[in-house]
């Protein structure tokens, strides 16, 4: 298995705080990304990073931040957690046009 | 904007028979397709690749198969087993965002001994 750790992998929160992800990598990949899996859904790319500091939005971005100081850690920040950020959130790791590696996945529970 | 979607969205088959998943998506200008195995509460778990030049690719009792110009996949699993139960998800690579995957909303089989 691909070395990726995701912490916490359960957190419970209310409304109104902010909640920090991390995604942490062994693999020394250059690209590592945030995604989120709701029912109906599917899995929805949140934001990605192309290397140290280079981070950009995908699909679902708004209520999220990112930073990447690290090669090996890639941070999700919910400024303001609401109700509807309530989700399974997963880390994955790439190279370029190669096969991409998942993390064991963060479940959300904003109350 | 790329779209994939994977029919049927659920199958129930009984164990030993030969099953096909299809995925398909709307734009051909992709780097490469993968398929991923998800068990209930669990993470995603990386089954194969087939590059942009490859029309197959296979492990152990899984084929899958790439016919980029009809926007099509297949995965085939021969001699279902109980243990095959999940769900099951195509993935496409292009070129925006990265290289994110865009993912189909998986099929769930269940294999039923």
């Known amino acids: 298995d691909a070395g990726i750790t995701q912490s916490p992998r359960h957190k419970v929160t209310e409304t109104g705080t902010p909640v920090t992800l991390r995604c942490h990598q062994t693999?020394?990949?250059?690209?590592m990304y945030w995604y989120r899996q709701d029912p109906g859904h599917g899995l929805r790319l949140i934001h990605y990073?192309?290397?140290?500091?280079?981070?950009d939005k995908g699909e679902v971005s708004d209520g999220y931040s990112v930073s990447r100081s690290k090669t090996e850690d890639f941070l999700l920040t919910l400024e303001s957690a609401t109700s509807s950020q309530t989700s399974v959130y997963f880390c994955?790791?790439?190279?370029?046009?190669?096969?991409?590696?998942f993390g064991p996945g963060t479940r959300l529970t904003v109350t | 904007k790329q779209e994939v979607t994977q029919i049927p969205a659920a199958l129930s088959v009984p164990e030993g028979e030969n099953l096909v998943l299809n995925c398909s998506f709307t734009?051909?200008?992709?780097?490469?397709l993968q398929w991923f195995r998800q068990d209930p509460g669990k993470g995603l778990t990386s089954l194969l690749l087939?590059?942009?030049?490859?029309r197959e690719q296979t492990s152990g009792r899984l084929n899958a198969s790439l016919d980029k110009s009809s926007g099509r996949s297949t995965l085939y699993i021969a001699a279902s087993q109980p243990g095959d139960s999940a769900t099951y998800l195509c993935?496409?690579?292009?070129?925006?965002?990265?290289?994110?995957?865009?993912f189909g909303k998986g099929t769930t089989l269940s294999v039923s001994s």
């Open positions: 994955a790791i790439s190279e370029l046009a190669y096969e991409q590696y």
């Open positions: 693999e020394n990949h250059r690209y």
């Open positions: 990073s192309y290397g140290v500091k280079d981070t």
């Open positions: 734009d051909s200008a992709i780097y490469n």
């Open positions: 087939i590059q942009s030049s490859q």
């Open positions: 993935a496409v690579n292009g070129y925006q965002a990265g290289t994110a995957l865009i």
